[in-house]
């Protein structure tokens, strides 16, 4: 493949990316070719020891996105660089979207958790019209709903941290399918 069929294939896979993203990403990869020949080199070998288009499209796909949500925390771009991950390989689909669900099940029910803690001193009212009100049943419910408080920001903070494990865990991720660790 020569350096017209690379940068072609190479910015039709980065589509998703804005026209200045991709005019640097694409004026890098012009410069690799213009070395590569400065050493004496034929385009065809540069294209080859650069790798296939789509592949190094998807990786930087998958870093921008990873990127996103460093700057801006947000389920869309948590769910996006997720799917930039995944789209790195078959493999990455069990690697990333099963420890995904895991942490996902467990901020959800820890936050289900708190909330329905807080929301224990309601069940009184209830007792209330079913006319079984007790005073241990009413310090009971006020001690859940502190609980609950505490439970919930305990939660907020384990969010924040558990996200941005996540993140860093997909990041180890694409390094890994770029190259493999570098030993040094």
Not at 8 to 15: D, F, R, Y
Not at 89 to 105: D, E, H, T
Request: charged residues 15%; glycine residues 10%.
């Amino acid at each position: 493949m020569n350096k017209e069929q690379f940068l072609k294939q190479l910015e039709a896979s980065l589509k998703r990316l804005s026209l200045e993203e991709r005019q640097d990403i694409l004026q890098d990869y012009e410069e690799y070719f213009a070395i590569g020949i400065d050493k004496g080199k034929s385009e065809q070998e540069i294209s080859a020891s650069l790798g296939n288009p789509r592949q190094i499209a998807k990786e930087l796909l998958a870093s921008y996105h990873l990127q996103q949500v460093e700057q801006t925390t947000s389920a869309g771009n948590i769910i996006r660089a997720v799917w930039a991950v995944i789209g790195l390989g078959f493999f990455n689909l069990v690697i990333v979207l099963g420890p995904l669900i895991a942490l996902l099940g467990l901020v959800f029910s820890g936050w289900v958790m708190s909330v329905a803690f807080i929301l224990a001193p309601f069940g009184i009212l209830i007792n209330l019209f079913i006319g079984e009100f007790r005073l241990f049943d009413l310090f009971a419910s006020i001690g859940l709903c502190g609980i609950g408080i505490f439970i919930a920001m305990g939660m907020y903070v384990a969010t924040k941290a558990l996200f941005k494990g996540f993140v860093r865990y997909m990041k180890f991720n694409v390094s890994l399918v770029k190259g493999g660790l570098k030993h040094g």
